[in-house]
T-cell receptor, first 114, second 112 residues
Framework: GENVEQHPSTLSVQEGDSAVIKCTYS??????FPWYKQELGKRPQLIID?????GEKKDQRIAVTLNKTAKHFSLHITETQPEDSAVYFC?????????????FGKGTLLTVNP | KAGVTQTPRYLIKTRGQQVTLSCSPISGHRSVSWYQQTPGQGLQFLFEYFSETQRNKGNFPGRFSGRQFSNSRSEMNVSTLELGDSALYLCASSLTANYGYTFGSGTRLTVV
């Protein structure tokens, strides 16, 4: 089945800096890659997603890039703000037995220091 | 539009008991999936239902079961509770389960 690895597990940046979180996946047939933000005690919220036929997608300060050949995708947050502090999860939807389900990375705790 | 609604928000149960959790998806969403979130294991897939049919199941013991009703609402049941079942149980709904998952706020289950 699908396996998703996420790095780093913790990331600390200064306000205004950029943050990058990377994920790799194992199923070459995976076709959908969302990113979720989870604040303490709250539900995971979808912040951006990308399909396998697109290489990059941007939404204001957030962007996701996908490299299908290398089977990795990354989240880029520019001009970070303290309210960006949260746990970020990458996920993938695979094929076959990994279809109809999100396989998540272990998460990255992002801390933005004012 | 209303989001994904999970009830109850919190539960405390004793080992050996059973529990039923409920999830109402976003109107029009026919796919409902369940995830267990723990600090050690992260977010793990339990099962997914679409039009009352289970299409995929995760690697959990048979004590974990679920169902979906004709109005797309779903329930999951855990029998013979163990201490290790303490977790946040999250439900997510989607139009088709191939994209666009929205999560509910979860049910925090504590087994004592």
């Amino acid at each position: 089945g699908e396996n998703v690895e996420q790095h780093p597990s913790t990331l600390s940046v200064q306000e205004g800096d950029s943050a990058v979180i990377k994920c790799t996946y194992s199923d070459s047939a995976s076709n959908y890659f969302p990113w979720y933000k989870q604040e303490l005690g709250k539900r995971p919220q979808l912040i951006i997603d990308i399909r396998s036929n697109v290489g990059e997608k941007k939404d204001q300060r957030i962007a996701v890039t996908l490299n299908k050949t290398a089977k990795h995708f990354s989240l880029h947050i520019t001009e970070t703000q303290p309210e960006d502090s949260a746990v970020y999860f990458c996920a993938a939807i695979g094929s076959g037995g990994s279809n109809y389900k999100l396989t998540f990375g272990k998460g990255t705790l992002l801390t933005v220091n004012p | 539009k209303a989001g994904v609604t999970q009830t109850p928000r919190y539960l405390i149960k004793t080992r050996g008991q059973q529990v039923t959790l409920s999830c109402s998806p976003i109107s029009g969403h026919r796919s409902v999936s369940w995830y267990q979130q723990t600090p050690g294991q992260g977010l793990q897939f339990l099962f997914e239902y679409f039009s009352e049919t289970q299409r995929n199941k995760g690697n959990f013991p048979g004590r974990f079961s679920g169902r979906q009703f004709s109005n797309s609402r779903s329930e999951m049941n855990v029998s013979t509770l163990e201490l290790g079942d303490s977790a946040l149980y999250l439900c997510a709904s989607s139009l088709t389960a191939n994209y666009g998952y929205t999560f509910g706020s979860g049910t925090r289950l504590t087994v004592v």
